[in-house]
């Protein structure tokens, strides 16, 4: 009785189920880019499956190491826009110079993290237009959940309705339930390309760096500036809209610090996740939300598992129904796209330029190969500077600045 109830203390079954939704998301959806990226560097199978180990092993260590610490649910992922800008960028370009390249973008993220730059600047972005922003970024999720259902009804429509039915009888396990019924509806549809999984354990392949002044201005530059603007800031925006009072540096500098220690093993950037992340700080991960960390927890755990299974794992997601990854990730996003639509409209004065934040994070846009969550930030903050142009000032207590800290711990 007492080894049941510890466990289920350390492995709820909703944090878990949160935790391999956050993975099948973040791997399945980029995967391939990342293949992509490795194959543009020129690296063979044994160098493409040293970068699935040294992220699946930095992602483990800063999503277990940084929630047990802040008790919060913090989940990292690696850089999706990144890995999109390398499988250009890295076109004639050799693997030691993309090491040297990734190195240089890691050390810029420590140096931000260390500073409290970063810290300072999100501390000045309004509560509605971070809400905006993140609702924004996970709305096509939302929208993939019934765009789904045009040619893989027989899937997403019996998954929502079991997660309706879930949601009233079982809220706990609602998101689980759905899961398993796309799992077994995904069967007997006979989507699976169970012929694409082949077995292959990830082994480290070490390249020193090779640093080219050209190389750091091309791809290691805008890989840092992408980083930060299109992950890192959505992934601060869902902690704060989740309510939790987590420092913002000493996350920018574990990530920065793991991110470097691994480039040479192909970790091309490590980041906070956004999208990943909104799964495992809603209800649906544990309705205690002090015991929400675990689903964080349990995602570095399986984030691990893809490392060292490295190409096994990769080929399983891949050989996964497109329609059971897209309805659940827009079935396990649905409370916190409620939560962050309610949060930017609540306060009438910032309404428009929260508006703005969304449409603009929502429409895709890419300039200067920033995504649109960085421009969509940009655009209501200028809509809510030129709304503010004439009218009274209101005297309002001046706004906590984010939690920081002075050393890491």
Known sequence: MFATTRIRSIAPPSAVAAGLIAVMVGVTSSAALVFTAA?????????????????????????IGLSLRYRAPVVTAWSTPGAALLTTGLSGVSMAQA??????????ILVSGMTGWFSRLM????????????????????????????GGFAVAFPMFVLYLLGRRRLPRYAVLLALAAGVVATVFTGGWRLGQVRLALATPVFTAPEFDWKVLVSVGAPLFVVTMASQNMPGVAVIRGAGYD??????MTWTGAANAVLSPFGAFGLNLAAITAAICTGEEAHPDR?????AAVWAGVFYLCVGLLGATVA??????PQELVLAIAGIGLLATIEASLSAALADKASREAAVVT??????????????SAFWGLLAGLVTGAVASVGRPRRKEPAPEPLPDEAGVR
């Open 290 to 294: 002090d015991k929400r960390y675990l």
């Open 315 to 320: 080929s399983l997601l891949t050989a996964m």
């Open 39 to 63: 194959r543009a560097a020129g690296a063979d199978s044994r160098e493409i499956s040293s970068w699935m180990l040294a992220l699946g092993v930095g992602l483990a260590c800063t999503c």
């Open 358 to 371: 969304f449409l603009a994070t929502a429409s895709g846009v890419t300039l200067l190969g920033i995504g």
């Open 99 to 108: 090491v040297g390249a990734f190195l240089f973008s890691a050390l810029l």
């Open 246 to 251: 987590v420092p913002v540096s000493p996350l």
């Open 123 to 150: 501390g000045r972005i309004p509560v509605p237009l971070a809400a905006a922003l993140l609702a924004g970024v996970l709305l096509r999720f939302g929208t993939g959940l019934f765009s789904t259902m045009h």
